[in-house]
């Protein structure tokens, strides 16, 4: 195979890079949704080949895949002919850790329109999602969109498998008779989370729209015997009585005043001597250097929500009358946050 390794970027070819992330993002995005990174991956094949196999254009397929090149996700091994890199793999939907979802869910009409409207945010402190979808929240949208709800649901899920064995890792769940995870989606993590756990049990809390497609993770993960699901708003109630909470993105979400609901509510349903874990993306303190810092604002712009300081959560969690025991550094970015009731 022929090898070209990229060349050290002037600042000025970096800032253009920046600028034209969209570019990018669309380009990984119609490679995956048009399975083309796919029909790459029994090894290398033509263009035109590939797009004579679907019914699409020959020319516009081999300039798209030559964009992907240049992206890292594949590479042109002779004229018009493309195999995938070990990064292009990631993005097959056969990859342990496919990002596949996510990278179609970036580009999915949900984003795309609210991120457009990340200006008006900025300059109103109106949510960017509510004049670009004309939602209360973009879970209502979702809901009035099941197709799209379907690959978000799935791109969360994709999210979750890379970030299970960390947790795993850092924190032992088995311990735990009785684990609800709320607002968990697919239950993508909890079923993880119990394949190693064989004498716990599970409680899926989730809308009822969400739970609906459930099933066929629990059953695929081989636990669906021992997960109860639960469908509800954690806005009203919280189910009562398991040992272990968890809540992974989710009060990222939401508004300070949003996230009190919600853990008034957990801490309501939480049984002396229960725990909650929270798995969030921390804020640095500023004017420290902060990973999350992109992400926050992603949540201003598609939820209203954002990312916390370590502090912050604290001071929310002390509001619903519970405090934080510990907090674990994960590889990445993700932290852990474990609470129990302030007395
Ligand atoms: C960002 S996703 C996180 C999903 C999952 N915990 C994970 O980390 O992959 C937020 C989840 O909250 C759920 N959700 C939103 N509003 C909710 C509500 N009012 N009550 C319960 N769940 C809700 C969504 O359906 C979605 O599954």
């Known amino acids: 195979m022929a090898t070209t390794s990229a060349p050290q970027l002037s600042p000025e070819q970096v800032l253009m890079q920046m600028g034209s992330g969209h570019w990018a993002a669309m380009t990984l995005s119609v490679a995956v949704r048009l ?16 797009a004579a196999q679907q019914g699409y254009h020959a020319d ?30 990631v993005l097959l939907p056969s990859h342990p850790r496919s990002l596949r979802d996510a990278m179609v869910m970036m580009t ?21 999602y509510q004049k670009a979808l004309g939602v209360d929240n973009v879970f209502e949208y979702f809901a009035g969109h099941p197709d799209e709800a379907e690959r978000f649901n799935r791109s969360m899920a ?9 947790l795993k890792d850092a924190y032992d769940i088995t311990r735990f008779a009785l684990i609800a995870d709320v607002g968990g989606g697919h ?36 636990v ?20 272990l909470y968890l809540l992974k993105h989710i009060l990222h979400d939401w508004t300070d005043a949003q996230c009190s609901q919600i853990l008034e509510k957990i801490a309501a349903a939480m049984k002396p001597g229960a725990t909650l874990l929270i798995a ?12 999350a810092a992109m992400m926050d604002l992603n949540m201003m712009v598609m939820t209203g929500g954002r990312e916390r300081t370590a502090a912050q959560y604290e001071k929310l969690l002390q509001g619903a009358g519970l405090k934080i025991s510990r907090i674990l ?15």
């Open 35 to 50: 399975g083309l990174l796919e029909g790459l991956e029994q090894g290398p094949d033509s263009a035109h080949k590939l």
């Open 158 to 166: 994709s999210m979750t498998r890379a970030f299970v064995q960390q």
């Open 60 to 89: 516009s397929v081999e300039r798209l895949l030559r964009g992907c090149a240049t992206l890292g996700v594949t590479q042109e091994v002779e004229a018009g002919v493309f195999g995938l890199t070990d990064l292009g793999r």
């Open 280 to 291: 969030e993306m921390l804020l640095a303190e500023p004017p420290h250097f902060s990973p």
């Open 108 to 128: 999915d009409p949900a984003h795309w329109h609210s991120w457009y409207q990340l200006e008006h945010t900025v300059t109103t402190g109106q949510p960017a």
């Open 224 to 243: 669906a015997g021992r997960v109860g699901k639960v469908s509800g708003s954690f806005f009203e109630t919280v189910p009562s009585g398991a040992d």
């Open 187 to 222: 239950g993508q993590f909890l079923g993880a989370l119990l394949q190693d756990a064989p004498q716990s049990r599970g409680l899926l809390f989730d809308l009822e729209t969400v739970l609906a497609g459930a099933d066929r993770e629990l059953e695929a993960l081989g």
């Open 329 to 343: 550094s994960l590889e990445g970015p993700y932290q852990l946050l474990e609470a129990k009731a302030s007395q």
